[in-house]
């Protein structure tokens, strides 16, 4: 190489002698490379057993959606174990609510006519079909 770009690279990125003369060798020591192996192994495997773990609360129940097979199965509350990458897990909320609607203004919940003209098969109003509660 020219002595013009070596000079050159030496400003731009530094020297790579050291204060003697003699030459830096960037020689990674079979330890040192050990080390680093087991570290990322360790945030690897604490990542895969963090996400195997799902917590499903309290009035909620947890559908398991198998990504291999496509199957599908229901676990309740409490701590659930995947199978991670394999198993992918949706909380759902299944406490029941209830609502009363009422044509009359000042019964129920919410002040107002809130109720639900219910309609026949043909479409039809159904005369006495008001809802009164529903639940979610």
């Known amino acids: 190489m020219p002595k013009q770009f070596s000079e050159l690279k030496d400003q731009m990125f530094g020297s790579s002698q050291g204060p003697g003369g003699e030459m830096f060798k960037i020689n990674p020591s079979a330890a040192g490379c ?19 773990f799902k917590i499903v609360p309290a009035g909620s129940r947890a559908v398991i959606f198998n ?3 496509g199957g599908l199965s229901a676990r309740g509350e409490g701590t659930t174990l995947l ?15 209830t609502y009363t609607m009422s ?3 000042e019964e ?13 098969s043909d479409g039809q109003p159904g005369g006495r079909g008001y809802l009164r509660a529903i639940s979610s």
């Open 34 to 52: 050990r080390r680093y192996l087991y570290i990322g192994l360790g945030v690897a495997f604490l990542l895969v057993l963090f996400t195997a």
């Open 67 to 69: 990504n291999i097979s």
């Open 83 to 97: 199978v991670p990458f394999l198993q992918s897990a949706t909380v759902y909320d299944v406490k029941t609510r």
């Open 103 to 105: 044509k009359t203004h």
């Open 108 to 120: 129920g919940e919410v002040k107002g006519d809130d109720s639900i003209r219910a309609l026949t």
